[in-house]
């Protein structure tokens, strides 16, 4: 089903000479034309050669010959001689076929562009885009009224009521009880979480995020920061997974795919791994440090200057070649509502289905670890990490929850403060180990099957030592100046 | 079933386009690499059921990331018979060269001249007989965002599978 | 001024000595030339036992003339399109033409080109150390140094590697296009077509671009 009279474009007389060497040694079928083959293997297409040599077998070695000769020939590479006879080719065609009407002016659009990648105005601007689609939007609408309403009205007052009289009048045993309706139930806990907090606060992060997505702003954003980025070893692209990753670091890391080099998406996987708080995980955080501007400064501080150190000591230490960094810049774009909301549904859908029974069967190992007494063990070990580093032992079992599911954690320590156990800079040290504590199973699950199991468990161990290595610091320091927040 | 690819450039609008064809949803974005994997779905084209394949951004036929690999090996391997190259028609002169690629490599190509709208806005006018003649292939503009040129599309497929498929 | 032999010698021991670090070079079948003679007489080189060796007072002189040998492919391949067959005999021609004023302009044409078309690199001469308060008279230069608003023809690619050269074919960044820098920090976003790239500076510094006014 190859079409022969479709236009096909011819190179210069030594090239097409070899072009016509090389085709004729080749025997076998490509199911694409035997000019195109030539032409890929003169361009040095490792892929192809591959091909060949099984293909082809003693033939392979008289076209290698040639394909040298040919190079010897030309002073440039022959990938760069070829294109630049399909560039004319095509100008001509392009010259031909297109004509000019009036000449563009620049558009509302075009200067808003500009506004968004100067560094003097696009500073603002992403502060702007920050305190409104994620403080603003995600954080009060989202994890506040939203999960305000859900939680108190919906749950509170109706479906855990209803669930912990069905299941006690229906199941006679305790311990099923407790899977099901107790403090960590799967009801009571493990779906009113997904439901009354997670979800409020995924969907709205999801949604302004796809609103940011469809204008075209973040390949804007990836080209301010890229000069900061290779300080950490990335290039201004890893901006997307990273920003993905305040929304779900699971499906961030997902993402970290389209970065270009390994390297790169090993150095990110950690960071998103490390320092980068998903919705979740913030909601609870900025909850925690409710009426604490300071605290919140500290934090948000901490997190950021360990983002950068990790990521430059990581440049350091991975070997590999340096990132370049080369975007297409689309024009800036009004989003269509219809394919926000697809897309946020799309990603919600996602997230449920892969989110959801992890966080469930979560839920079932916490159950288990309890009535086995496993947990109770390991909150022992605990206690010691969590005594350096200034905490009362309590908040062990925040901690341990935490590796089971970021927010957990988070909300373990929302019950401390509430019960008044945490000083104030207790409960920043806290805030800023949890959030770079290990990854939630989830996204444990995600590191290994991206980056493999060795990868994974070594990224995973690295978190361990380091959060609690900071939080040890920033206990001492505050300790040292004696500083009472 | 008798397969169609759609490939092209990042960020012309194939994932669009293969909502439009198949009804299904492939997330779309504003920025190059939204697609990281192949997403195959289904189209009824006239009488007939295909399978659509999404496909990564290739910028050239000889691949340098992943992704360019990735869809070269579905053209390579699967042996579509329609390749949909959806263009962004406001930089012909730099997605022709792939364009003529796919032709030297004897593909069957229909291509598709997506966001045409943005090439009005800019005033530019683009002779389609003209390009056809020249390319001795069907060219077809299209807004996929908005399913401007979508029947015109199929209807092409349709003619093409019949004389040559 | 040099003769043409003499200038060949001092290249091929520069090269030997202060680029390969290799051995001084062994005089062979031209022991008697009279070029060695007149080196030896102005104390750019040092003879014994059928070797010769570069001294200090002609370094300068050999890196001279490497530089404008290079600067001539450069030249040969970049504008006028020499086929790499023939390039080495034209150059050679061609370099002893090359000197002192025109050495300079050649290179500043050229936007002081790092390295020759076979990518070793061109010594650098005081033009390329200047440039900052020259750029007047630059013709063609790395993006990476033109101003915001500049417009021109990209000239020739001096990418440092395959991948790189494939990532600026790919982008359509080719010879012969017209690109327009429209800002240069933190990023390089420049113009083809319709289309907008932002690159980092070290892929910028590959697209040379032939200014126009």
């Given amino acids: 089903m190859l079409k022969d009279f479709a236009k096909r474009i011819g190179y210069d007389d030594p090239l097409e000479i070899y072009l016509s060497r090389i085709e004729s040694l080749l025997l076998s079928d490509y199911k694409i034309t035997k000019r195109a083959i030539a032409i890929l293997l003169l361009q040095e297409d490792n892929e192809m050669l591959d091909r060949i040599k099984d293909k082809e077998k003693e033939r392979a070695e008289e076209i290698l010959k040639v394909i040298q000769e040919a190079k010897a020939h030309y002073s440039h590479p022959l990938s760069y001689i070829i294109s630049l006879r399909r560039q004319k080719e095509t100008n001509r065609i392009s010259q031909a076929v297109m004509s000019f009407k009036k000449a563009g002016k620049v558009s509302f659009s075009e200067r808003l562009s500009k506004i968004m990648m100067n560094p003097l105005t696009g500073g603002p601007i992403l502060l702007a885009v920050l305190y409104y689609g994620l403080y603003k939007f995600v954080g009060t609408f989202g994890a506040g009224v939203l999960v305000d309403f859900l939680e108190d009205k919906v749950f509170g007052n109706y479906v855990n009521p209803f669930v912990t009289n069905l299941v006690s009048a229906a199941i006679p045993l305790k311990i099923i009880q407790d899977l099901l309706a107790g403090e960590y ?7 009113r979480y997904a439901f009354a907090i997670i979800l409020p606060i995924v969907a709205t992060f999801f949604f302004a995020f796809a609103i940011v997505e469809d204008t075209g702003y973040l390949p804007r954003l990836a080209m301010l920061v ?38 790169e998406r090993i150095i990110a996987t950690l960071l998103l791994a490390l320092a980068i708080p998903c ?11 409710e009426g604490r501007p300071l605290g919140l400064i500290i934090w948000l501080g901490v997190i950021f200057l360990v983002f950068l150190i990790a990521g430059y000591l990581a440049s350091k230490i991975m070997p590999g070649e340096l990132p370049t960094f080369y975007m297409e810049i689309p024009p800036l774009r009004l989003p269509q509502f219809s394919n926000i909301f697809r897309k946020t549904a799309s990603r919600l859908n996602w997230y449920f289905w892969e989110i959801l029974p992890l966080f469930l069967f979560a839920s079932v190992l916490i159950w288990l670890g309890q009535i086995t007494g496993i947990f109770n063990f390991l909150v022992k070990i605990l206690e010691y990490p969590i005594g350096w580093i200034g905490l009362p032992p309590q908040a062990a079992i925040a ?6 599911r970021r927010d957990y954690g988070a909300a373990g320590l929302y019950d401390l403060k509430k019960a008044g156990l945490l000083s104030g800079n207790q409960l920043i040290i806290s805030c800023i180990t949890i959030t770079l504590f290990l990854p939630c199973i989830a996204q444990l699950l995600m590191n290994v099957k991206e980056r493999g199991l060795r990868m994974g468990i070594a990224i995973s161990i690295f978190i361990l030592f380091f959060s609690f290595s900071i939080g040890y610091a920033v206990n001492l320091i505050l300790t040292l100046l004696n500083l009472q927040l | 079933m008798r397969k169609i690819a759609i490939v092209g450039s990042p960020n012309v609008g194939k994932s669009v386009m293969f909502n439009n064809l198949t009804g299904s949803y492939a997330t779309v974005s504003n920025y190059p690499g ?132 | 001024m040099l003769s043409e032999q003499a200038e060949e010698i001092l290249e091929a021991l520069w090269i030997q000595t202060e680029e390969q670090g290799a051995k001084p070079l062994d005089l062979g079948a031209s022991r008697d030339e009279p070029a060695v003679e007149e080196l030896v007489n102005l104390g750019f080189i040092r003879r014994d036992l059928g070797h010769i060796h570069l001294l200090e007072k002609g370094k300068s002189h050999a890196a001279g003339c490497v530089r404008r040998h290079r600067l001539a492919e450069r030249l040969l391949v970049d504008v006028f399109d020499i086929k790499k067959r023939i390039i080495d005999e034209v150059s050679c021609k061609f370099e002893h033409l090359l000197h002192k004023g025109l050495e300079d302009n050649v290179c500043t044409l050229l936007g002081h080109p790092k390295s020759c078309p076979h990518g070793k690199s061109i010594p650098p001469g005081k033009c390329c150390s200047l440039k900052k308060d020259k750029r007047l008279l630059k013709i063609i230069a790395p993006l990476s140094e033109l101003r915001a608003k500049d417009r021109g023809q990209i000239s020739y690619l001096q990418a440092k590697d395959k991948t790189q050269m494939h990532k600026l074919i790919a982008i359509g960044a080719l010879p012969g296009v017209s690109i327009t820098l429209m800002q240069r920090f933190p990023s390089c976003v420049f113009k083809i077509g319709q289309s907008q790239f932002a690159v980092d500076k070290e892929l910028a510094s590959a697209i040379y671009v032939r200014l126009t006014r």
């Fill in chain 1, 185 to 191: 139930g799967v009801i009571t806990l493990g779906v």
């Fill in chain 1, 226 to 263: 890229d000069q900061l980025f290779k300080k950490i070893g990335l290039s201004g692209r890893a901006v997307i997974p990273l920003v993905l990753g305040f929304g779900c670091d699971t499906m961030a890391t997902m993402v970290t795919r389209t970065l270009p080099t390994k390297r």
């Fill in chain 1, 279 to 289: 919705s979740a995980q913030m909601g609870v955080i900025l909850a925690l440090l």
């Fill in chain 1, 399 to 404: 901690f341990l929850f935490g590796f089971f």
């Fill in chain 2, 34 to 165: 939204t697609t990281v994997e192949v997403l195959r779905g289904k189209a009824r084209i006239g009488s007939e059921e295909f399978e659509v394949i999404d496909t990564p951004g290739m910028y050239s036929f000889l691949p340098i990331t992943e992704e360019e690999r990735v869809s070269r090996a579905i053209i390579l391997d699967e042996q579509p018979c329609v390749i949909l190259h959806i263009i962004d028609a406001k930089n012909l002169e730099r997605m022709l060269p792939l364009t003529l690629q796919f032709l030297e490599a004897g593909l069957l190509v229909i291509l598709v001249l997506n966001i045409i709208d943005e090439v009005r806005d800019l005033g530019i006018n683009i002779d389609v007989l003209h390009l056809e003649k020249e390319l001795n292939i069907p060219v077809v503009e299209t807004v996929s965002t908005t399913g401007e040129g979508m029947d015109i599309l199929k209807g092409r497929i349709e003619e093409h599978v019949k004389r040559f498929c």
